[in-house]
């Protein structure tokens, strides 16, 4: 808050007095020359110093990434809430590791590949060719030395040689291929009973002394958390559209600069059946589906209405409608459907077209040439485009101008009031839940839990409109009583030990089963419905069994000899006995076919857990000492 409070009182004779301390204070401890600072030694890595000054870039690019993520919410504030300061040495530590151990073994990176890596960049190419004074330029608007990115494109191409040498020690075999590749798709087919606990809560019984026991036992979930409330003045930039108006030059300006946002594409409006088919159908189905399809096209083709015939029968949501797809240009839909439309003429209807949807029969209703829209056309649009962002900055500077003239440790509602302004007040909430009246993201949350009680915001924009918030109140994270949340804590035992029975239930069936009675009638005993899944693969399991690891894995360990698990699952769904029913092996062809896919992404895999080892091991090896420790000094060294 210390930059804020500066720049709020920005004439007073305190800051004044202040920044000639500041500055009395950096000429004695650094000298008059600021390139003093590259003597700061902020840890040292095998020897090797991390300066003051590469700590600072380093800090300040996570700064800007953050920036650019959180936008129009970013705090200051956030900077604590991530940890930018410990994060910046950590990285800049593991760069040195790895650039020590690079030059250990051997690697070297030339000048000519640090230039050819720059010059082939388009970002720095004019007409083709390298272009040195937009180099020069772009990097400066980053605010960076042509020399830090080029020892940045150096560390970039060491690193790159390094993963690339650590690749040789990654071995995939033909096995490692296709045993993963049959990890991912091979299926399975069980049978399975719910034992749900919902019929055992009827039976429950819950006495004070289980209450109070599962209450001590389960304390910290029934903790409340913390929450804050805050003060805030928004500006709408609703309230400031009577203020703006474009005139016909500014109208006109924006036409000419912005073109393109007023051609229209080739359009085509197209009605259509479909027959649906999958993707890698057996050509036994292929046949069976054309032989629906082709008496339906000679229908069309011989007159009778086409609206009616998709009403009848097409397998598409937009049968509905009559097969209506509406207008559409290219790019905007399903290629093979699009490729054919386009070139047909108005009226025309067409042979079957395969998609990854099946067999469509299409029908041209209207075609619309590309054009540009003229300015009178478009007019109106722009004007009110052009007065709602005029409104906008108006908010937004009005929002600004507040913040700006308000002196630090200022009652927000009071310093409003006093421009004419009204502050609301929220009611108290958590991180997880959203401010009240105005909802806002996890972001914008994350900025106002970051600030203290008294502390003012930035300007935020949520839904367009511009916000100053005030933290008025915090309220820490405290343990209720049990008489405070007794109603939950009961439900919250009942579906515990209903659970428990139901459990034991299913044990019990799981039991029988496996000593060999026979399932069907075990299940008619038990009055429950036995259901078989359809055939799932570890990627997509059976839904109606949710999606717990440890049930999906321990199913595909069933065979014909094991049908049975050795225990029962449970979830939020209830709990479940299974049986082994079949299993479905790879298509072989379609192995052949993706070999080389899977085999890339395993190495991938294997890589990334290579490298995270090698560089763990390295950094467990070598000296490091911290110097100065980032969270206390920062970016301030």
Known sequence: ???????????????????????????????????????????????????????????RTMIEALQREYKSVWSDSLVKAFNVKNRALESLINQKVVSQEAKRIGFEVTKKEVQDQIVAQPAFQSRGRFDEARYRALLSNYRMKPEDYEADIERGLLQRKLEQFLGIFVAITDQDVLDYYTFSNEKLKIGFVQFSPEKHMDTVKVDEAALEKYFQEHREKYRVPEKVKAAYVVYDPAEFMDKTKATDQQIKDYYDENIDLFKEKRQVKVRHILFRLTQDASEEDENKVKGKALPVLKMAR???????????????????????????????????????????????????????????????????????????????????????????????????????????????????????????????????????????????????????????????????????????????????????????????????????????AAESFLLKAKGGEDWVALCKKNRLAPRTSDFFSRQSPAPELGYGRDLVEEAFSLSEK??????????EMGVFVIRYEAREGIDKAKYLEEKEKYRQSLFQARHRVLLGNWLEDLRKRAEIEILIPADKEGPEL
């Open 1 to 59: 808050m210390l930059l804020s409070m500066m720049r709020r009182h920005a004439q007073s004779w305190l800051i004044k007095f202040l920044v000639a301390m500041i500055a009395a204070v950096f000429i004695f401890y650094f000298g008059y020359s600021f390139h003093t600072r590259t003597g700061i030694k902020v840890a040292e890595v095998n020897g090797e110093v991390i300066t003051g000054p590469e700590y600072q870039k380093t800090y």
């Open 302 to 504: 011989e007159g009778e209405d086409f609206a009616g015939l998709a009403k009848k029968y097409s397998e598409d949501p937009s049968k509905e409608g009559g097969g209506d797809l509406g207008y559409f240009s290219a790019g905007e839909m399903l290629k093979p459907v699009e490729e054919a439309a386009f070139k047909m003429k108005k009226g025309d209807i067409s042979d079957l077209v395969r998609s990854p949807l099946g067999y469509h029969i299409l029908k041209v209703e209207d075609l619309k040439e590309a054009r540009t829209q003229s300015l009178d056309e478009v007019r109106e649009k722009i004007a009110e485009l052009l007065a709602k962002t005029a409104a906008s900055d108006l908010a937004h500077e009005k929002a600004f101008s507040l913040l700006d003239q308000m002196p630090y440790q200022t009652d927000l509602g009071k310093f409003a009031a006093e421009h004419q302004k009204t502050a609301t007040s929220t009611e108290y909430f958590s991180l997880d839940e959203p401010i009240p009246a105005i909802g806002g993201t996890e972001k914008l949350r994350q900025s106002l839990f970051s600030l203290q009680k008294g502390d003012v915001s930035e300007v935020f924009e949520v839904d367009g409109k511009f916000y100053l918030f005030q933290v008025t109140d915090r309220k820490p994270s405290v343990l209720p009583a049990l008489a405070e949340v007794r109603q939950k804590v009961a439900a919250d035992l009942t579906a515990e030990l209903a659970a428990q029975e139901a459990k034991a």
């Open 562 to 571: 094991r049908t049975y698990p050795d225990k029962v699952f449970e979830d």
